[in-house]
C-alpha cells in the first residue's frame, strides 16, 4: 500500500558538486576555460617544469665554505656526483666585506653602519611627518638595528654610547615635539659626511654654519629689500663664509678642540656603500632642485624659465654615461692643475643633476594636471607666490606625482651602477670584476651577480611598498 | 669660424694639461703619492684582494717606481681605469703613470700623445679549443666559430687572420673574459681567441682544464708596456730606467732578498753604479742615488716579479718565452747602466 512521503526535516545542505567547488573550480575557470587556455597552461607549466630542473639541482648543491672556485667544484663533485653543479656563494662569503663596503677598513665599517642606521631616523620624520607611533617604531627599529649590527662589527664603545644617546635622545623628542625631529633630519648630511670621510670634526660643523649665515642674512636683509635679492644676499654671504672664512676658522677651531676620527679616501668606498651614497645623496638633492626646476620652467620671468628649460632638455637629452664620464675625464681638463676635485662628489653632482631633470618634468606633468581653477584659487586668497606653491599647488601636484617620481628614485638608484665605467668600485660589475681577477675564484659567473640583484631587488622593492603606503594615505579623493 | 673657436678652446685645454705634466716627477714628490693607473681587475696583473691590497705583474712596476721616486713601494694610490678611460684619464693628468696592459702601438704613439717608455710584457693572441675539436693548428679552424671580445684589437687580428689564410669563421661576440670563458664552456663557440696570457689564465681555472688547448700560433704582436704623458721626457726617463734596472738586476743575479749583500761585497762596477754605491746615476735622473736600489728591495728584480705573480708555479703558470732575458733568448733586453 502506497504510502505518501512527506519530508519533515529539511535536508542538510549538500556541497556543491567537486567540479564547482576549491581548487577544481578556480582551475576550471583561471587555467582550463578554453581550448587556447588548456594549451597555454601546459606550455607554461612545461616552461617552469623545466627552469625548475635545470636549476634546482644547482641550488640544492650550494656550497658556503670554501678556498676557491676548485674547491667549491670538489665538494660539489663529492656531494652530487660527477658532473653536477652547484652555486658557489663561498665566493661572497669571502668577498663579503667588499660587496657591502668596498674596501673602507674593516676597523671602521662601524661608521658607515652607524651611517645608514641613522639614515632612517633622519628619513623618519619626513617619511611620517608627525606620526608619534610610527616614528617611535622606525627609531626602535633603527636602534636595534645598530645594536645588533655595532656588535656584530665590532665597534669601539664610544660608538655605542653614541648610539644610545642619540637615538634615545630622538625618541625622548618624537614623544614631546615630533615635528621637531625634522631638525636632525637637516644635520644629518653633515653627520654622515663626517661619520664617512672622518677627518675633523669642525669641518663639517663649519661648513654647516655655512648656511646658518645665509638663513641668517636673508631673514635680517628680507624685510628692507625683498625676497629674492636677500636670498641673493644670502647666497654670497655663505660663498664668502666658505671661501675666505671656513678655513681659518676649521684651523683655529681644530687647534683649540683636536677632536678627529680617521679620514678615509674616496677610493676606498665601494659595493653597496658606494652605491648608497650616490643614490641617497641624488635622491636627496634631486627632488628639491626638481621642484625648483618645475616651477622654473612655469614661470613667467623670461631668464629663470629660459635657463630652466636649457638646462633640463640639455640633461636630458645626454646619456647619463656621457654626464659621467665628463665627471671622470673632462672636468679635470678645466680645472686648475692640481686640483683634486673628489671623484665621488664629482659623479654625484652630475647624478643629482641627471635625475634632478627628469624630475622637473614628471613635477611639471603634475602641475600640468591641477585644473585652472586651483591657481585662481589662490590668488583669489591674496596668497604670494610662493606661500600659493607651498600650501596649494604643490601638495597636490606631488600627490599626483608620487608613482613616477618613486620610479625616478628607483631608476637613479640602479643607475649608480653604471658609476663602474669610469672606474668607481659599484657592486654589480666594479666588485664583481675584482671578485673575478682573484685567481682563486677566477671563471665564477652568476654568483655576484644572483646576489647583487637580489639586495637591489630588496631595496627597490622596499622603495615602491613605500610609495604604494604613501599614495593610500594622501588618497583624499572618492573615486 | 666656429670650429676655428672650437679648435682654439680644445688647444688651450691641451696646453693646460700639457702645463699640468709638464713636471710630473716634481708633482708626484710634492705630492708624496704615486697616482698609478691600473685595471679594475685583471689576474696576476693588476687587482685588489679582498682587503683592498693590490698585486700582480703590472702592479708591482708601479710599486718599484713609488719606491725609486719616494723611498717607498706604499705609497701609490692605485687609480682603476677602464678600457675607455686609461687614456684619457693618463692626459687629463689624473694619473702620473699608467700600467695597465695596454698595447704600444702606433696610433696610440702619436695621435694620442702618450708615450710608451718600455715593454714589460710581449704578448701576443692566441686560440683556445677544446681538445675534443681534434684541431693542432689554428688554419684548421675552417669554418669554427669563435668567441671574440668586441672593440678590441683582437677583434681586428682575428678577422685580419682568417682573410690572410682564406679561411672563414663565425664571430660570437661577448662583452668581456667572464662572459666569453662562460659562452666557450656552454659550447656557444669552438675556438676563444684573447691574448695569450689571457688564455692560460682562463684555461687554468677551468674546471676541465686537460680537456682545452691553446693553439701554437699567435697571430699578433701586442708589446704591453708602461706610459706616460707625451712631453715630459724626465719623467719619461725615470719610469723607463726604474724598469731597466729591474731588468739589470735579473741579468746581475740581483735580488730584492740579496741587494744588501750584493751592494756589500760586489766587484761588478755597473751593479755598483745600479745600486748607487759609486757614481751618481740616480742624481742624475732627479733622484736619490739608491734610487734603483730600493726599487729592487722593494719588489725584487724583473724575474722575481715574474716569477710571484704570473710565472710557473702559480696557477696561471705563464712561460717566459718572449719575456725571457735576451740573454736567455727572450727579448727583454737593457741598455747599459752608465
Known sequence: ?479 | MKKSVFFGALAATTLVAGLAGAATLDDVKARGELLCGSNTGLTGFGAPDASGNWAGFDVDLCRAVAAAVLGDANKVKFVPTTGETRFTALQSGEVDLLVRNSTWTSSRDSELALDFVAVNYYDGQGFMVKKDLGVSSAKELDGATVCIQTGTTTELNLADFFKQNNISYQPVTVSDDSEAQRQYLAGACDAYTTDASGLAASRATMPDAENHVILPEIISKEPLGPVVRHGDNNWGDVVRWTYYALLIAEEKGVTSANVEEVLASTTDEEVKRLLGASGDMGAKFGLDNDAFKRSIAAVGNYGEIFSRNIGEGTTINLARGLNALWTQGGLQYAPPFR
Open chain 1, 1 to 479: 500500500m502506497a504510502q505518501g512521503f512527506t519530508r519533515t526535516e529539511i535536508l542538510p545542505a549538500l556541497p556543491p558538486p567537486i567540479t564547482e567547488r576549491g581548487a577544481v573550480k578556480w582551475m576550471r575557470e583561471n587555467l582550463f576555460s578554453t581550448p587556447l587556455n588548456i594549451v597555454l597552461t601546459v606550455l607554461g607549466a612545461l616552461f617552469v617544469y623545466w627552469i625548475v630542473a635545470s636549476s634546482l639541482p644547482w641550488w640544492l648543491n650550494s656550497v658556503w665554505n670554501a678556498e676557491s672556485l676548485s674547491q667549491c667544484r670538489e665538494i660539489v663533485q663529492a656531494k652530487a656526483g660527477e658532473g653536477a653543479t652547484g652555486a658557489c656563494w663561498a665566493s661572497i662569503r669571502v668577498w663579503w666585506g667588499a660587496f657591502l663596503f668596498g674596501f673602507y677598513p674593516p676597523a671602521e665599517w662601524w661608521r658607515p653602519i652607524l651611517a645608514f642606521g641613522l639614515l632612517f631616523a633622519a628619513l623618519a620624520p619626513v617619511l611620517y611627518a608627525g606620526q608619534r607611533g610610527n616614528l617611535t617604531l622606525v627609531l626602535g627599529v633603527v636602534a636595534a638595528f645598530l645594536l645588533v649590527t655595532l656588535y656584530l662589527s665590532q665597534a669601539p664603545t664610544s660608538a655605542f654610547v653614541m648610539v644610545v644617546v642619540l637615538v634615545a635622545g630622538l625618541i625622548a623628542l618624537a614623544q614631546v615635539l615630533p615635528g621637531k625631529l625634522l631638525w636632525f633630519t637637516l644635520v644629518y648630511p653633515a653627520l654622515c659626511f663626517w661619520l664617512l670621510w672622518g677627518g675633523s670634526i669642525w669641518s663639517p660643523i663649519v661648513a654647516m654654519a655655512g648656511f646658518a649665515v645665509l638663513y641668517a642674512v636673508f631673514r635680517l636683509t628680507s624685510p628692507l629689500i625683498g625676497l629674492a635679492p636677500a636670498a641673493g644676499a644670502g647666497i654670497v654671504a655663505a660663498a664668502l663664509w666658505w671661501l675666505y672664512l671656513d678655513v681659518p676658522l676649521l684651523s683655529a677651531l681644530h687647534s683649540m678642540l683636536p677632536l678627529e676620527i680617521r679620514s678615509i679616501n674616496s677610493d676606498q668606498f665601494g659595493g653597496f656603500l658606494l652605491a648608497t651614497v650616490i643614490g641617497v645623496t641624488g635622491i636627496s638633492f634631486s627632488l628639491p632642485i626638481g621642484i625648483l626646476l618645475a616651477l622654473g620652467r612655469q614661470s613667467d620671468m623670461l631668464i629663470v624659465k629660459t635657463l630652466s628649460v636649457g638646462f633640463i632638455e640639455f640633461v636630458r637629452g645626454v646619456p647619463l654615461i656621457t654626464l659621467l664620464f665628463t665627471a671622470s675625464l673632462l672636468l679635470q681638463y678645466f680645472l686648475p692643475p692640481g686640483t683634486n676635485f673628489d671623484i665621488i662628489l664629482r659623479v654625484i653632482i652630475l647624478v643629482t643633476f641627471f635625475a634632478a631633470a627628469y624630475l622637473a618634468e614628471v613635477i611639471r606633468g603634475g602641475l600640468a594636471a591641477l585644473p585652472r581653477g586651483q591657481y585662481e584659487a589662490a590668488d583669489a586668497l591674496g596668497l604670494d607666490y610662493w606661500r600659493a606653491q607651498r600650501l596649494i599647488i604643490l601638495p597636490q601636484a606631488l600627490k599626483v606625482s608620487i608613482p613616477a617620481i618613486v620610479s625616478t628614485f628607483i631608476g637613479l638608484f640602479k643607475d649608480t651602477t653604471l658609476v663602474s665605467f669610469v672606474g668607481l668600485m659599484d657592486p654589480l660589475r666594479g666588485v664583481t670584476t675584482i671578485l673575478r681577477a682573484d685567481i682563486n675564484w677566477k671563471g665564477i659567473y652568476w654568483e655576484p651577480y644572483i646576489f647583487v640583484g637580489a639586495i637591489f631587488f630588496l631595496i627597490c622593492f622596499g622603495m615602491s611598498r613605500y610609495s604604494m603606503y604613501l599614495e593610500r594615505k594622501l588618497k583624499t579623493d572618492h573615486r
